[in-house]
């Protein structure tokens, strides 16, 4: 009898293991803007500890950026940061950002671009259904109102900044030998020809005149 107990005892710890470790494949996927406009959708998600969030980056510039409830619109400092991400109207596929759940605490999180955050771009993991929930820090970025750059040199970028780097990615594109490759940032994955050059060049300045 103790010998049925103790194996009843470790089929059941083995069995709630095996669960747990099934729940980690998980992924949760969110639409990072897009057509739905300044939003993450769905704009909250309810994780188990190893699931994964996989955030999918949609046409402008956006941010999946770690921030706090009573700071919606401002980095958490230590806090995960995906950086801007441009992406051109015409891209079908553009690029990913995947955060691991720890554990059942709330993760917040916001755009970095201009207004965004205010406008009401923002995305909770495991938010609390009573108390500081996911409506009351939706109000919270709202009341923000107009963004601004922060200090200590992290600059918040514009649309009209995002549509500079697209078109330089594309004009880039025609200049670049077949090997070459940009990555997400629009950095370069092999190096440029020696001919090749990245954005205006600069006027050569005019000779002066002799009196």
């Known amino acids: 009898m103790l010998f049925k107990s103790i194996l009843t005892a470790s089929l059941?710890?083995?069995?709630?293991?095996?669960?747990a470790e099934a729940r980690k494949s998980k992924t949760h996927d969110v639409i990072v803007g897009g057509a739905a406009g300044l939003v993450y959708t769905p704009n909250q998600v309810y994780a188990d500890p190893g699931d994964k969030v996989k955030f999918h980056f949609q046409f402008k510039n956006h941010t999946v950026t770690q921030s706090s409830f009573d700071e919606p619109c401002e980095p958490l400092k230590g806090g995960f940061d995906s950086g801007f991400m441009p992406v051109g109207m015409d891209v079908k596929k553009g690029p990913t950002f995947t955060i691991k759940v720890k554990d059942y605490d709330p993760i917040w999180v916001h755009c970095e671009q201009v207004d965004h955050c205010p406008s009401g771009m923002v995305f909770a993991v495991n938010a609390p259904k009573k108390g500081n929930t996911f409506k009351k820090f939706l109000k919270k970025a709202k009341a923000s109102g107009k963004d601004n750059y922060h200090d200590g040199g992290s600059y918040k970028r514009?649309?009209?900044?995002?549509?500079?780097d697209i078109e330089e990615k594309r004009s880039l594109g025609s200049a670049l030998p077949v090997s070459?490759?940009?990555?997400?940032?629009?950095?370069l994955g092999t190096p440029l020809p020696a001919s090749a050059t990245i954005g205006k060049p600069k006027p050569k300045p005019s000779a002066s005149k002799r009196n």
């Open 12 to 19: 059941a710890i083995l069995s709630s293991a095996l669960f």
């Open 158 to 164: 514009s649309d009209a900044d995002a549509e500079e």
């Open 180 to 187: 070459a490759t940009l990555d997400r940032r629009g950095g």
